[in-house]
Every structure is written in C-alpha cells, then in structure tokens.
C-alpha cells in the first residue's frame, strides 16, 4: 500500500549563502528550475553578510519530496552553500574558542575548514586582538550542527587549531565534568 502523500506537492524552504558576485543568484535558482521546484518568494538579505562575508538567501518553493531532494542535491553539486533546507535544521549548537596567531594564520581559511567538514556552519564568529592583529588574538566561533556532525566538526576544529598552533577551548558535552 502507497502513501498517498508522498508524491503530494508540499512548500519547503532553503536557506543558502551566497557569494556577493553577479550572476550567483541566477546560479542558484537554475538547479530549482531544472529540477521541478516551483518559485514562491525569494528573500535575498543583500544588506545583511553571513560572518564569511557571504549573502543569506531564503527560497520557499514548492516539490513533491523526491524532487525536492533533487533540487537540494543540484544545489550542493552545484557548489552552492545550503545552510538549511525543508525540515532539515541544525540542531545542536556550540561555541569554541581559539587563541593564537588567529590573523597570521589566516582565519579566513580557518572558518572555510570547518565549513567544508560537511557537519557544521560558522554562525557567528567574533574577533579580539587588543594588541593588534600581528599579536595573540582571539576568536570566539559558534557553529551549529546537526546533533550527529557535532562530534566531526569538533574534531575538524581540534586539527585546524593543531596544525596552526592554536590553543583551543571546547564547550563542555553534556555529561562532562567540570
């Protein structure tokens, strides 16, 4: 017996970050397009920057499941950064600190390395360097996942800060001792 519903057309959004260039929202929106999710709004926060500088971007469309998961798949083979789509939310979120030569060692690079671990998404990341930037300077980042990318994302911090010489402080877990 089928489930009626699972071929029903049903609205979902897409969150996506996007680079400031011409032409990247066209660049995202073709992959909706070609493969059957219909447009309902656009809401593209070209006032407001993610904290690596990128534009949000909201997408509410309509798909029956299977083409939705089309489209979501289009988008990432596509290149482009899809922070949340349909019911598919982070979930969990921690925040670390990093302390070091953050700035020499090129922050930048750090926060893309995190990104591209495939688990979590810099939400917000904020920088101290009271001596200046070629002094010790220090990042507070919080990242959010999905409750089973929080343990990798961790792990990707502790190899970036390792290889960089970076000191690093982790939220404690639940059940952890202080």
Do not use: W
Request: one cysteine or more; charged letters at 25%.
């Amino acid at each position: 017996m089928s489930d009626a519903t699972s071929d029903a057309v049903r609205a979902y959004t897409v969150r996506l970050e996007l680079v400031d260039e011409p032409g990247e929202l066209l660049r995202a929106l073709e992959p909706i397009a070609a493969n059957g999710g219909n447009l309902l709004s656009i809401f593209h926060e070209r006032g407001n920057l993610t904290p690596r500088g990128h534009i949000p971007v909201e997408v509410d469309l309509e798909a029956t499941p299977d083409r939705f998961e089309a489209v979501v798949a289009a988008l990432r083979e596509a290149g482009v950064n899809v922070i949340q789509a349909g019911a598919e939310r982070y979930s969990e979120e921690v925040t670390v600190l990093l302390v070091g030569h953050l700035v020499e060692t090129d922050l930048s690079d750090t926060l893309s390395r995190i990104e591209h671990c495939g688990s979590a998404s810099v939400a917000d990341v904020s920088l101290t360097a009271p001596d200046g930037t070629d002094e010790v300077s220090a990042a507070r980042i919080r990242l959010v996942a999905h409750s089973e990318g929080t343990d990798r994302a961790l792990q990707t911090v502790r190899e970036v800060a390792a290889e960089k010489d970076l000191r690093l402080v982790e939220p404690l877990t639940v059940g952890a001792e202080a």
